[in-house]
């Protein structure tokens, strides 16, 4: 089974098993058609944030944290390997295929850490907008905390 965490914090993986999804509206087109790599902020908070990865036109969404311990992956390199695109964890060099979440044991410096898995999202873009399928409201910049 693989692993499923937040830098070791699996409670908002747990919690998202529960939630009820829909799409939601992360912003315009505008504001991330330039960008490799994006930091998504989450209503529900910092653990619960997305890395989103535009390749040649095409949208990923996953956790923004890695699962082995707790880097950003939207500040991370996107690496060509094979046929696919992955997303190198600056931290500890932790490789993930972006459509996929699964770290790739062929660039995984540690062979123990090809069992880790980020969870992906469905991406959709619909009148030059970009929206997810998550169970919180997101935003290109940070929700105010009361």
């Known amino acids: 089974m ?6 070791g914090d699996s409670s908002a993986y747990n919690a998202r098993k529960k939630a009820s999804f829909s799409w939601r509206k992360v912003g315009h087109l505008d504001s991330v058609k330039d960008r490799k790599c994006i930091h998504v902020f989450a209503k529900y908070g910092r653990k619960w944030d997305l890395a989103v990865f535009s ?3 095409t949208y990923y969404a996953m956790d923004a944290w ?3 311990q707790g880097g950003p992956l939207y500040m991370g390199d996107i ?3 094979g046929e696919e695109r992955h997303v190198a964890c600056p931290w500890h060099g932790t490789v993930y295929n972006i459509k996929t979440g699964r770290a790739t044991a062929e660039s995984t410096r540690d062979k123990s850490l090809e069992c880790l898995q980020q ?8 009148k030059e907008k970009l929206y997810i399928k998550y ?3 997101l935003s290109l910049t940070p929700f105010k905390r009361k």
């Open 55 to 57: 390749v040649d036109g």
């Open 79 to 81: 690496e060509d390997i």
């Open 119 to 126: 969870e992906t999202f469905e991406v959709k873009v619909q």
């Open 66 to 68: 890695c699962s082995h």
């Open 2 to 7: 693989a692993a499923h965490s937040s830098g």
């Open 135 to 137: 169970c919180c409201d």
